[in-house]
């Protein structure tokens, strides 16, 4: 019974010395936080949220189609860090974008003829972006990676869901749905303005083969013997509002 009673207040001995060593280390960061924040009182850093909206000019950089650029448009919100010491602000940026590309194919019975279907990709864009400061926060270089996810190449029309795509034998033009759904982008751009607005020109290329998908689906690629390959190429241009 005393050995019990031994392991147990030893126990409860240990517990407490345990439990003081971490207030003593909370607030020894504490302090260390406290002091940091006083060493840095002397900067204004500004959080800032704004929302924008805009159009989209939308393509595929490939050598398997030939391709026609669309016109569509673009929505998203930004979280703004605005450091006055430094040579660049920090954004987190969502944005959802519709857009349209036309892609040559030609009717049946085959045709000489062609004619560009039009389709619409949905895209979801977060991104991380530097603001590189060229008058202040007045005008800016922005640069960025972003992670997107978009859907499915949707035909506008299903009338032509049955025309052959150029360069192709056999390859429908409703065969062209499936495409893969997350990329990896880019983007750089400019951004000016003051007070609460500001004017963005932005720039999107997708890294990663966003057709790449096409090459697993088993389709009838008799007629260009290519691995079927594209990146994304978007402008967009668009408003904010910051609050």
């Not at 009673?5 to 003081?20: A, D, G, P, V």
């Not at 006055?84 to 519709?98: A, D, F």
């Not at 270089?141 to 150029?166: F, S």
């Not at 360069?167 to 750089?188: P, R, T």
Request: proline content about 2%.
């Amino acid at each position: 019974m005393t050995t019990n009673l031994s392991y147990i207040c030893h126990n409860h001995t240990r517990s407490i010395m345990q439990k003081r060593q971490l207030i003593v280390l909370v607030a020894i960061c504490m302090g260390f936080v406290t002091m940091s924040f006083g060493q840095h009182t002397r900067y204004k850093i500004k959080n800032g949220f704004g929302i924008y909206g805009g159009i989209t000019q939308y393509d595929i950089i490939t050598d398997n189609f030939n391709t026609k650029k669309g016109n569509g448009w673009q929505a998203g919100a930004s979280a703004t860090v605005d450091i006055p010491h430094k040579w660049y602000n920090v954004s987190y940026t969502i944005q959802l974008s519709e857009n349209h590309i036309g892609i040559a194919a030609r009717p049946l019975p085959i045709s000489l003829s062609e004619e560009f279907v039009d389709y619409k990709i949905f895209t979801a864009q977060i991104a991380l972006l530097m603001h590189v400061k060229l008058i202040n926060s007045f005008l800016t270089i922005d640069v960025g990676p972003m992670i997107q996810y978009n859907g499915d190449m949707e035909m506008d029309d299903k009338k032509y869901e049955n025309y052959i795509i150029n360069n192709y034998n056999n390859l429908l033009a409703k065969d062209l749905n499936d495409i893969s759904n997350f990329n990896i982008d880019g983007a750089i751009g400019a951004s000016a303005g003051f007070g609460f607005f500001r004017l963005k020109a932005q720039y999107i290329y997708g890294f990663t083969n966003m057709l790449n998908k096409l090459n697993d689906s088993d389709l009838d690629l008799t007629g260009n013997d290519k691995k079927i390959k594209g990146n994304q190429s978007m402008f967009a241009f668009t408003a904010m509002i910051t609050f």
